[in-house]
Nanobody, 122 residues
Framework: VQLQASGGGLVQAGGSLRLSCLAS????????MGWSRQAPGKQREVVAT???????DYAGSVKGRFTISRDNAKNTVYLQMNGLKPEDTAVYYC?????????????????WGQGTLVTVSS
């Protein structure tokens, strides 16, 4: 199973970006998916999560500006980021929890994607 994140880049403050993360590899189902970020010199923090049923949760710092969604048929999770601020600058990582795949039989596993850099200029 691999997670491939994309969509990062450089944007001015107030702008928008949409991150995507595709999970691939003979996947039967995925429980939770989410996005975390790590800014230089800071610990990684959870930004947003979404369950297989569509229940979402957000960090307080992004609530009202970011929207997480997923396409279960495509095993893809998205993060729409509006009203970006310089403090949103970070490497953004996607993750998938409780992945049931052919390669692991009946054992669920968790996976992380590589990061995608988001830079917000002031």
């Amino acid at each position: 199973v691999q997670l491939q994140a994309s969509g990062g880049g450089l944007v001015q403050a107030g702008g928008s970006l949409r991150l995507s993360c595709l999970a691939s590899g003979n996947i039967f189902s995925i429980d939770g998916m989410g996005w975390s970020r790590q800014a230089p010199g800071k610990q990684r923090e959870v930004v947003a999560t979404i369950t297989s049923g569509g229940t979402t949760d957000y960090a307080g710092s992004v609530k009202g500006r970011f929207t997480i969604s997923r396409d279960n048929a495509k095993n893809t999770v998205y993060l729409q980021m509006n009203g970006l601020k310089p403090e949103d600058t970070a490497v953004y990582y996607c993750n998938a929890e409780g992945v049931l795949s052919r390669s692991r039989g009946r054992v669920k596993a968790d996976y992380w994607g590589q990061g995608t850099l988001v830079t917000v200029s002031s």
